[in-house]
């Protein structure tokens, strides 16, 4: 945990990582889960930036302007007319979100920098305006939305504006992440996919992204079982994370109630109910698979985030 003085133009924030689609929802389902990024900002008058990086990643994140808590934070300073009071910051970043990974690490960049901006300048952006702002610079809503309000959230873009509507489920739910050892970029994700699907995919989608916010809501477990599953997006990333079907079928094997690629990749999260107590088994499961593919993995065992992005006091 980062520690330092307070003053006015110093603040902390913690954010939670994410998993974006849930299986059926692309760009539109998000959750949040217990794995946290903590940024302390102070923002300076003069020109100068100081970025320090703990954790994940440290090596790989850049220091210089190129840095994405410093250029979401130019983003937000100049929305609220504030970049000529503010031209610089301290930034220290204390990170556990593994980098791309899927698991929302530059959505949780984004909305730490701008949660923590705003409320130094004393909050001239409601919720939904850094929703809004987020969005903008992710350029999708689904990882940034529970990153900002934690639980499990369904976005809707329209015109510009973001909906977003989120929920805790009537379940106790186990998240069971295989990371891989390799990184994915979200762009090249992205580059594999059509720009068309056929009717009968995207039939298949809603009826499954509906059952499983309405199982979810509900809790409703018996209507989970196919809920998680995908044709829009899953099917045309299976080549770039190895194992991936078989990774699927051992978490099932194991006692998972669902299991999905998580966000573009290439961590694979399986959902479990924690009364049955299997989220070891399943872990070990899909290190297994993965193994069997010639990839190595570190497994994290979460459970949901319910607040999202949180300024410390403290
Ligand atoms: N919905 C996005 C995707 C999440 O699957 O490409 C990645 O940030």
Redesign the pocket.
């Known amino acids: 945990m980062i520690k330092n003085d307070l003053t006015s133009h110093t603040i902390r924030v913690r954010v939670p990582g994410t998993s974006?689609?849930c299986g059926p929802g692309?760009?539109c389902i998000g959750l949040a889960c217990t794995i946290y990024n903590d940024l302390q900002l102070t923002l300076l008058k003069e020109p100068k930036l100081i970025i320090e990086t703990k954790g994940e990643g440290a090596d790989n994140i850049p220091s210089d302007d190129r840095n994405i808590v410093w250029r979401s934070i130019q983003t937000l300073l100049e929305r609220v007319g504030a970049d000529n009071e503010y031209k610089g910051a301290i930034i220290r970043m204390e990170n556990h979100i593994p980098l791309s990974r899927g698991l929302g690490s530059s959505a949780a960049a984004i909305v730490a920098g701008i949660k923590a901006a705003n409320a130094i300048l004393g909050n001239p952006l409601n919720r939904n305006e850094l929703l809004k702002l987020a969005t903008e610079i992710e350029g999708?809503p689904?990882?940034v939305a529970p990153a900002l309000f934690g639980g499990v959230t369904v976005s809707v873009v329209n015109k510009g504006q973001v909906q977003t509507f989120s929920f805790v489920p009537k379940l106790r739910l186990k998240l069971v992440v295989a990371v891989p050892d390799f990184p994915l970029a979200?762009r090249l994700?992205?580059q594999v996919l059509p720009t068309e699907v056929p009717m009968k995919d995207a039939i298949f989608n809603i009826g499954r992204a509906s059952m499983l916010i309405g199982a979810l809501i509900k809790g409703k477990e018996r209507f989970l079982q196919n809920a998680f599953d995908d044709a829009l997006?899953q099917p045309y990333r299976t080549g770039l994370v190895p194992g991936m079907e078989e990774v699927f079928k051992a978490a099932k094997a194991a006692g998972a109630i669902g299991v999905a690629l998580s966000?573009?990749g290439p961590c694979l999260i399986a959902f479990t109910i924690d009364r049955d107590h299997v989220e070891q088994e399943v872990a070990s499961s899909m290190a297994q698979a993965f193994l069997n593919n010639n990839i190595k993995t570190k497994s994290l065992i979460l459970t949901l985030d319910i607040r999202g992005a949180v300024v410390q006091n403290n």
């Open positions: 974006a689609n692309f760009d999708h689904d990882n979200t994700a992205r997006h966000g573009a």
